[in-house]
């Protein structure tokens, strides 16, 4: 597989929104940023409040295959989706969490990133936002693509008439990782200028 190839899982539990936020990470790849992507989704036994996830994966070249191996980027948010797939991230792979949900168990050396989506939304005045949140703040942690081609993303892919709390909350995301983390460089770099990371509170773990 091509080494600019970056592979992509998003989970959370049904109702969450997993699968709207991989659509919109792979609409800002594929159609905003002359990019390749391809989607592949997965539900529980029970559709809402079981655990689920949407895979991605982004290529400046054409995807040909559409499944992933080990996933350079972890978007978690919730618990039972971390403890699910949390061993298939690489070594030295992305994560990025809703801090208030999950509690991972971080590896020495391995970026992590972590953020109260549900919170900023809430004070935002819906909860439901809360994806939109962490997409906001993933893309600022990984920079895939272009903020503007995210944001249009955001735009062209939820409801008609709630755009601009969704375009709200993905600037609210966005500027929480600017906050707590400072600039982050293109996900194949993974470092950041501010804080650089969560560091693990205990001893690396496999």
């Given amino acids: 597989m091509s080494s600019n190839r970056t592979e992509i899982r998003i989970t959370g539990f049904g109702g969450q929104g997993v699968i709207l936020a991989g659509h919109i990470f792979g609409r800002a790849c594929a159609v905003n940023a002359g990019m390749h992507a391809t989607q592949i989704q997965s539900f529980g036994p029970e559709a809402r409040g079981s655990a689920c996830s949407t895979t991605l994966a982004v290529s400046p070249t054409e995807v040909l ?5 080990r996933p350079d980027v972890f978007v978690v948010m919730s618990s ?5 797939y949390r061993d298939e991230l690489k070594s ?3 994560l990025v969490y809703e801090k208030d949900l999950v509690t991972p168990k971080l590896k020495k050396g391995q970026p ?6 549900t919170r900023i939304a809430e004070n935002l005045g819906r909860s439901i936002v809360q ?14 693509v272009p903020r503007e081609a995210m944001r249009q993303a955001v735009q ?8 601009e709390l969704n375009l709200r909350a993905f600037d609210a995301g966005w500027e929480a990782f600017e906050q707590d983390y400072g600039e982050a460089k293109p996900t194949k770099g993974k470092k950041s200028t ?5 560091k693990a509170a205990t001893p690396a773990e496999a």
């Fill in 65 to 69: 295959y559409p499944y992933i191996e």
């Fill in 80 to 84: 039972e989706g971390y403890d699910k």
């Fill in 92 to 94: 030295k792979g992305t």
């Fill in 112 to 117: 992590s990133f972590g953020v109260s989506s």
């Fill in 131 to 144: 994806n939109i949140v962490m997409v906001g703040f993933a893309a600022a942690a990984t920079k895939l």
């Fill in 156 to 163: 062209d892919s939820v409801p008609a008439g709630t755009e």
């Fill in 194 to 198: 501010k804080k650089k990371a969560d």
